[in-house]
């Protein structure tokens, strides 16, 4: 492909030791980078790397899943009698606020996170 036609054609080559090879893959693996060029170009134009952390969005998922699977139970007993109990709906009322919780915690972290 002919350089002048990509948007990036300026070319930047380093030299490395073995040791700051190792040591560059060890902060890339860390940062749960694959790719050295964007890993380089995120280093050198902000200065550092955010790392995301998706356990809070994984405990979202699993969350949600829990309303989404009780609230079909809740579903298929009104099918199937036409009547629910009160400790069906407490219970997803629960799921309901620990949803709201995990997803509240979620933005407070994301924003402190991004206030640093």
Known sequence: M??????????KIIRLTPDENN?????????????FNAFALEMLIQ????????KTLSDLKIAIDRVGK?????????????????DDIDETKNLLNEI???????????YNNYKK
Not at 47 to 54: A, E, L, M, R, T
Request: charged residues 30%; hydrophobic residues 25%.
């Open 2 to 11: 002919d350089s002048t036609k990509r948007e990036r054609y300026i070319q």
């Open 23 to 35: 040591y560059i893959k060890h902060k890339m693996d860390n940062a749960g980078r694959t790719n």
């Open 47 to 54: 200065g550092q790397v955010n790392i995301v952390d998706f």
């Open 70 to 86: 009780n609230i079909n139970q809740i579903a298929r007993k009104v099918n199937e009698k036409g009547d629910v109990s009160k």
């Open 100 to 110: 709201e919780t995990v997803v509240y915690q979620t933005i407070q972290t994301e």
